[in-house]
């Protein structure tokens, strides 16, 4: 994986970024994508992660929603410096879609999250294809 092909975003001294990968174009006539997450904690104190609302929506105008606690499970705690890495997989009925939302997140001493917005990015075998031509 080339980092140039990481989008980033940054939001109170944590950086998430984010890089989707086409796993398979034809798996059950769907079209079967995969994305990388890692967010890490800039930030002077410790922080837990405790859940995400992200969205997909498709060229059709589609809308495929995650909005649960945690990571697969886990309330991941990170402390100044570290990084949580998280992946995942989405079967799409179209070739082209659109990902988007935010990470809940807790910090150490207050009692309400906050969200910090991931980088939106694009699910697209138009642009994959073409950067496995260029590569």
């Not at 990481?6 to 998430?16: A, N, P």
């Not at 410790?46 to 997909?56: A, H, M, S, T, Y």
């Not at 890495?85 to 807790?106: I, W």
Request: charged share 25%; net charge negative.
């Amino acid at each position: 994986m080339d980092v140039q092909d990481f989008l980033v975003q940054e939001s109170d001294g944590i950086v998430v970024s984010a890089r989707p990968v086409l796993i398979d174009e034809n798996y059950d006539n769907r079209f079967w994508w995969g994305y990388y997450l890692c967010i890490e904690n800039n930030t002077d104190s410790k922080i837990q992660l405790i859940g995400k609302n992200w969205r997909i929506t498709d060229e059709a105008g589609n809308n495929y929603v995650d909005d649960s606690i945690g990571f697969k499970g886990e309330l991941p705690e990170l402390e100044p410096g570290e990084c949580f890495e998280f992946t995942s997989e989405a079967p799409l009925n179209f070739a082209n879609a659109v990902f988007y939302g935010s990470c809940q997140v807790l910090r150490e001493g207050q009692t309400a999250p906050h969200n910090i917005k991931i980088p939106t990015f694009n699910l697209s075998t138009v642009a994959t294809k073409a950067r496995r031509i260029v590569n």
